[in-house]
DNA sequence: TTGAAAGCGCTAACAA
DNA sequence: TTGTTAGCGCTTTCAA
């Protein structure tokens, strides 16, 4: 492989010259310039990415912290936050946890070992209190998961609205006996919860211990539900179901024809993410839209301000930003 | 940030010591190894990954080219490719193309600037011509799709026979009339065309020309299949559409449901992938599986083998596997 | 078993 | 406008 040295001297010029001339800076001659683009071209020369980085103390790589790319959600938050980074010069390095505490700690290393420029996350597995000094080794922003009462910049949505928007949807189309699906881990899950319950509230409604269905995220999982509401008292369980993905929502679907329920008559069914498989089933699945592209998007510019900020010197500003959120009416409520 | 320097200084010992430690090298007193973690430990010092890539000439990273995750079809092979890259310590640095010749064109770039020690595709949108000079920088392994006549390692799905299964079996429920969606620029898409004129063939069958669909991967190509199909005389139009993905196959499932088909009465459908959606969708969709998870799993095991032997010196040996396919059957056709 | 020293390939401050 | 020079932080001979 060719170095800058081999260059310097095929082009008969310094390495700061040749340097100068990859970098685009000014106070080069044009003669010179094309000499040293010639012997570059004659040698195949590429500089060396890793002497690069540890000479500038720079990798222009974001590290991007995901649960599992299978979920669809991601990809589509993945196409956002690259889109932004390319058009900026940055590289992603896209980390999946698998929901995993000790594989988001590996991950959270590399900005440690400067192997990243800064990180994102989209979903969090430890507690804030082992995340939070990984913040002095560089910038972080928390993605679609939030955590309201630490120091840190966030892009989410408006989680309490969605859920408050798909109950009400759902009293208002006559249904008393609303099951939930959700998650009681993460700040995210438990303002779903809130606006969720506040809907019921204010129907005169509450919610029932044993509909409430915890921890749930697969096409499988949402399988299992069906299966439970199909144990219960036929006189007394649900005739509506709100989920907290699509995937949920499909899984419960796709069983409930098994056992020969007819959706939305025998029960209702509302996912989360408007996903494309939403439009795709049958019925139509009524879903709550995150604008997960755009959220995407915006995490990335807040990330890249961070780190023109850094280069000024200025301390991080923490920034929240809070997207909209909507109710999708289709077929299955 | 710490450097080793300092936690030398700190432990009394020398740059090297620290280093072995690091390392994990035989040949170091107990008691010093000890000295070196507690420095290590009390300085919070992490080697700096850019200064160990330039000095080792290892990035302990593989590049994986995918044309976009959003396609639940890659995240699959992505897991099995991570699983196996994880277990041997290293990383995976997936790069979207979007089926750009450019972007693809850059990320082979990444090979020659040493940031990545190797390069799988999952498709390939250059001329091989110009992806070939590209091997003299580092290994290359071809996944999914492929080039029977060129020197490179390969692992990929026997895609005649997969195409063969699927024809026989829609000729064997009856259909004489098989529209087929495929692509012509690919030997992957090729083969699968071959496959499907000799199972019409044995069958005294022939593929018309108005039925072939060219270049399909979406949803909404789907449908823009279906309407199509609807534009055709009703005398003489296609029982049955043999396509080459899910997604496909999907679209034009929506699609013929809101224009009144029913399916597989008005029309059979046959996917490719058997993803999680084939399942879900109603009528539940009969398609060709593809191994992909373990598709993977065996190309990351060829990789590493080369990066091994690589390693030892030895020329790169080229490998070819090829995977079983299967058919799903299911109540689309 | 340990340390000294060289150098991986590059950039940037400084001098000219 | 260009070149000289000093490292960035690490690993690895080589010698002790």
Redesign the interface.
Known sequence: ?ATIEDVAKLAGLSRSTVSRVINNHPYVTEKKRQLVYDAMRQL?Y??????Q??RTQK?NTIAVLVP???N?FF??L??GL?EVAVENGF????C?TQANEEKELSFL??L????VDGLIFTSIENEWSTVEPYMQSGPMVLCNEYRSDVNVSIVRLDQVKGSYLGAQYLIDKGHQAIAYCGATTSELGRDREKGFIQALAEAGLSLKKEWYFDNLYS?DCGKRVLRNILEMDPNDRPTAVFTGSDEVA?GI??EA?QKGLSIPKDLAVIGFDDQ??A????PSLTTIRQPTKDMGRQTMEVMLSMLTNEQKKHPYERKVVELPIELIKRESV
């Open positions: 492989m195949e590429h500089p060396n990415s890793s002497a980085r540890l990798t599992r790319l299978t669809p990809p589509l993945v196409e690259e590289q992603l390095l896209i999946q290393h590399m440690t070992t400067k192997q096409i499909a679907m796709k024809r494309p498989i439009e795709l089933l049958e």
